[in-house]
Structures are given as C-alpha cells and as structure tokens.
C-alpha cells in the first residue's frame, strides 16, 4: 500500500469495547456513591433522637428496679401474699379450725420485703453511702414521730445516721402508696427487728399525723428532723407490746387524760 494513499474509514464495532473498561468503572462508582433517595415512612433515625430513646429506656428501667415493690403481685395485700397460719387443736363453734390473725410486726415484715428491703435491705444495715441502715438507728430507736414524718412525706440527703455520712439519701413519700395501717404494722416492724427496742405504732398515730402534715408539700431534711426532739411521739404516744395473735389492745392509741384541775 502506498504512504500517500487515504487512511481506510474506521468501522464502528459491535458489542464490548474493552478499551473502554476503566471508563465504565468509573462510572459505576461515582453511581455508587450517590445515597439512596429515602422513601416516606422508613427515613433514618438522627442520632440524637436514638440517645434520648436510649436514656428514656435507662431510667426508666432505673426507676422501676428501684420501686419494684410497688409493682408485685401481694402489694395490696395486708399480709403480703402468705398464707394465714392455722391454731393447732382450736376450733370454731362449727367444729372447723380457726385462723390465726398475724401479729403486726408479722404484717409489718411482709410489707417491708416487698417496699423497702430493696434499699434497707433484710438485715437492716442498709447500703454504705447511699441508703442508712435501720438497724441500731437513733431515728428508729428514739421517738415516733420523726420516723413517721420520714415515711409519710419522704426524706432527701444529706442525712448523717450512727456517725456515717449519706450524702445522696433519698426517700420516696408512703403516703399515696400505704395506708395507715400497713404504715404502722412496718414501723412496729423495724422497731422491734436487728435488736432494735422501740415499741409499736398504731394506725391511729400514722392518721392523726397524716392530718397534720396534709399541707406539708416536701420531703423532710436533716435540720427539719433535728427540729424535732428525739424521743417526740405521734400523737396518741406509742402502743403497748401485744404477744402474736394476741388481739391488740383498744386502749392502745387513747392518748392520756389531761390532769384534773
């Protein structure tokens, strides 16, 4: 073929051009690149939105696993789910046997268990720094009153308790939660339990002090229960032991006649 002659027409060519390989992948990379149009309804979550259902589902857990006790299966009930215990050998005038009414710290002690163990704890000596003990307490050892003050209207920290420091003590009010009497069967409880020697609680103390303090809006502090003398009582005084299944005692809550003049 001669030098000077026309270069000859170049064909287009069918199917793949391997030539042009590297283009293509170029291409479908920067395609790959490209975020997905969102369709309506399935938008992904902000990342803040995700860390405040996060601390929502914390506490909340939190807060349960602290007041469990209001949420078990014999709250409401007076003798915390167990089973009346029976006489032996006493029966009724229909021959059939006669249940046994449960003492008050026996009633008190249930009530304790399923509300208060969970920060107390069963043997009384509570949790170093953040919850006080009751065992061996001057608050339950001394008077009444201040230890119905701190369970009906609750009690926030600093709190000192046998010379321990509880900076972070808080307490939640009992009172939209127990009534009067089961507020006094677990007073009586947790006087007379761990070696402790204070004397029962009556209903009728709990309610005559539930009156008294019904336009007190806050949980008590420290000073407010050093405000307060250390063997104070409620109102009516304490009542007098009653052995188990002895039936308590009418008297017990009638507060002293006033000297006569």
């Known amino acids: 073929m001669n030098e000077n002659s026309p270069a000859p027409e170049r064909r287009v060519r069918q199917g793949m051009d391997y030539g042009e390989t590297e283009d293509v992948h170029q291409v479908h990379a920067a395609i790959q690149r490209e975020k997905r149009e969102p369709a309506v309804g399935l938008e992904p979550l902000s990342l803040w939105l995700i860390a405040i259902y996060g601390l929502a589902i914390f506490f909340g857990g939190a807060y349960l696993g602290r007041y469990s006790g209001n949420f078990s299966g014999d709250g409401l009930d007076p003798f915390g789910g167990a089973p009346r215990p029976t006489k032996s050998g006493a029966t009724g005038p229909g021959g059939g046997a006669q249940t046994a009414e449960l003492s008050p710290a026996d009633r008190g002690k249930k009530i304790f268990s399923a509300n208060c163990a969970t920060c107390h704890q069963m043997s009384g000596t509570g949790v170093a720094g953040q919850y006080p003990p009751l065992a061996g307490s001057e608050y339950v050892n ?9 369970v009906l209207k609750g009690l926030q920290g600093p709190l000192t308790v046998k010379g321990m420091a509880f900076g972070s003590a808080v307490m939640q009010p009992w009172e ?29 103390a709990i309610a ?8 007190h809006p806050d949980s008590f502090t420290e000073p407010d229960l050093k405000a307060v003398p250390e063997d104070a009582n ?5 009542a007098p032991a009653t052995k188990p299944g002895e039936p308590p005692n009418p008297q017990a809550s009638a507060a002293p006649a006033p000297p006569k003049a």
Not at 176 to 199: H, M, P, Y
Not at 208 to 215: D, H, I, P, S
């Open 142 to 150: 001394g008077g009444t009153r201040r230890l119905g003050m701190i």
């Open 176 to 204: 939209k939660t127990l009534t009067d009497a089961k507020i006094s069967d677990v007073l009586t409880f947790i006087r007379q339990e761990w070696g402790n020697k204070g004397g029962p609680v009556t209903p009728e």
């Open 208 to 215: 005559a002090l539930r009156k008294e303090l019904a336009n």
């Open 234 to 238: 409620l109102p009516g005084g304490e």
